[in-house]
């Protein structure tokens, strides 16, 4: 049985979250340079058994593609060509951010603690694996 990775991908710094073998439990993983993704996940499809990557997908309110859904196809052409044989599943990604901040701010983080965009990533990733394995 593999494991589930869920990326929340933006130009600068992607969040990565993983679930358990099982399938039972989503934890954050780690926040990586959007530029280094690629390596990043190389090596780690390379340590773990990773059987569906799940990739955020950012929609405005009235369900249209937000913006940034260019630089996510990018993405996910180079992504495609590097591991054809991985299952890659899109998930919607509305209010992920807020509901991360929210939750940091649920679990007591300082100010200056919640100011930490790479953390607030990562949360997001774990937002929508979570989304994906309760639905």
Do not use: C, H, W
């Not at 990565?16 to 280094?36: H, Q, R």
């Not at 990773?50 to 052409?77: C, R, W």
């Amino acid at each position: 049985m593999g494991r589930i990775l869920a990326l929340d991908y933006g130009t600068k710094r992607t969040g990565v979250a993983v679930s358990d073998e099982l399938k039972i439990i989503a934890s954050g993983l780690t926040t990586v340079p959007s530029a280094e993704l690629l390596t990043f996940l190389k090596k780690y499809f390379s340590e773990e058994n990773v059987e569906l990557v799940l990739l955020g997908e950012p929609k405005q309110m009235d369900s249209t593609a937000s913006q940034s859904e260019v630089n996510i196809q990018q993405f996910l052409k180079k992504f495609t060509e590097i591991f054809p044989e991985m299952k890659l599943e899109r998930v919607d990604e509305r209010f992920t951010s807020k509901m991360a901040f929210q939750s940091m701010i649920d679990s007591g983080l300082k100010k200056k603690q919640r100011q930490n965009k790479a953390l607030v990533d990562e949360i997001s990733a774990t937002i929508i694996l979570q989304s994906y394995l309760y639905k």
